[in-house]
């Protein structure tokens, strides 16, 4: 009798100790899963990079985070993503400054024309630009509930149209699509009427001629099927998509551990610079000759001469954007601060290709 009690006595305590214990695990060791909508399809360029995001913070993590997901808008729509990710629909999201004018003021005014001369530049420049110079522009984000961790980026901006262009003088008295920020005040300068719409919703505007063109990437075009409804491709080249970014609800951005928090914000570095960088270059380049040779697409390449006085008008309209920005929000000078700071980093960006070119290379 006095064995078994002995025996039953070792065995509570054991049992004990590893409640106890198990119980004692920090929450950081745990596995997560954690949601991300994405807007795009699942089958695409973009989608495969996004997912080879998700492996390599899951990697980072040593498994304690993991990626579930959802795609083509399945939970909500473009223009509910800051609340719907502060409520915890999804974790993850893509939001665009230029879609939440009112929650993102500053961020906004980074969308516009010719912000960066190429893709690399714009993703480093936004990148130093939140991680180094002007952390505080996460406040931003935060105050909706969110957190920036991670740029978003789909190559360089070029237009594309169901019609005729021999020019700038070809925007004036037309109906464009604008995802908005300085790009719809840029329109504006060139005489055309802006129109937002989300880009998801540009291919049935074009079918049935209610937009006359739009601005997009080529890839993200290519992943939406915008090629057939179009016949005229313009290498523009103006610009990348700045104000929309990767965001996550922020209070299961703050549960995590500091080491988890932080290999998710240099993931989103790493991928937005490189890897999908790298990537986009590559299609981008397979692209126009697949656009002209297998869609039927025309390709019109505009002079410099075209460009130079395109890229004035969007500097020009970023920095009235900028201004008025200012001027109904205060403190004086904030935003036209943060558009100048972003410039330098692009020219900074700029001189680190010329200097060294790209990463990858």
Not at 52 to 74: D, P, Q
Not at 110 to 135: C, I, Q
Not at 199 to 219: C, H, K, M, Q, S
Not at 343 to 353: G, T
Request: proline share 3%; charged share 25%.
């Amino acid at each position: 009798m006095g064995r078994k009690m002995m025996f039953w006595g070792v065995a509570l305590f054991w049992a004990m100790s590893l409640l106890i214990m198990g119980s004692a695990v920090p929450a950081s060791a745990k596995t997560v899963e954690l949601t991300f909508q994405n807007f795009l399809p699942s089958v695409g360029l973009m989608s495969d990079e996004y997912r080879k995001w998700g492996e390599l913070v899951e990697k980072r993590t040593e498994g304690r985070v993991k990626i579930k997901w959802f795609w083509s808008n399945a939970l909500f729509s473009m223009t509910e993503v800051l609340q719907s990710v502060d409520k915890g629909v999804a974790d993850f999201g893509i939001a665009s400054g230029a879609y939440f004018p009112t929650q993102l003021p500053t961020i906004l005014v980074f969308e516009h024309a010719y912000n960066a001369s190429d893709l690399w530049v714009g993703m480093r420049a936004t990148s130093n630009l939140f991680h180094k110079r002007m952390p505080e522009l996460q406040k931003e984000y935060e105050a909706s509930g969110v957190k920036w961790v991670c740029p978003y980026t789909s190559g360089t901006f070029q237009w594309f149209l169901k019609g005729d262009w021999t020019g700038p003088e070809s925007f004036k008295g037309k109906v464009g699509r604008t995802m908005g920020g300085a790009r719809k005040t840029w329109f504006e300068k060139m005489g055309m009427k802006p129109v937002f719409l989300a880009i998801t919703d540009v291919y049935e505007a074009v079918e049935r001629g209610t937009v006359w063109g739009f601005e997009n990437t080529l890839n993200l075009a290519n992943d939406l099927k915008q090629y057939e409804v179009l016949n005229n491709l313009v290498v523009l080249k103006s610009g990348v998509v700045m104000s929309a970014a990767t965001v996550m609800n922020l209070k299961k951005f703050n549960s995590l551990s500091k080491k988890d928090q932080k290999a998710i914000m240099d993931v989103g570095v790493e991928w937005g610079e490189n890897m999908i960088a790298k990537r986009i270059y590559e299609r981008e380049k397979e692209l126009v000759k697949e656009w002209k040779e297998k869609r039927g697409i025309n390709i019109i390449y505009p002079t410099e001469k075209q460009i130079a006085e395109m890229k004035k008008l969007g500097r020009d309209a970023a920095m009235d954007l900028a201004m008025a920005q200012d001027k109904k929000l205060g403190p004086k000078g904030k935003v036209v601060k943060a558009l100048e700071a972003l410039w330098d980093e692009v020219e900074k960006a700029e001189k680190e290709v010329k200097d060294k070119g790209y990463p990858w290379k």
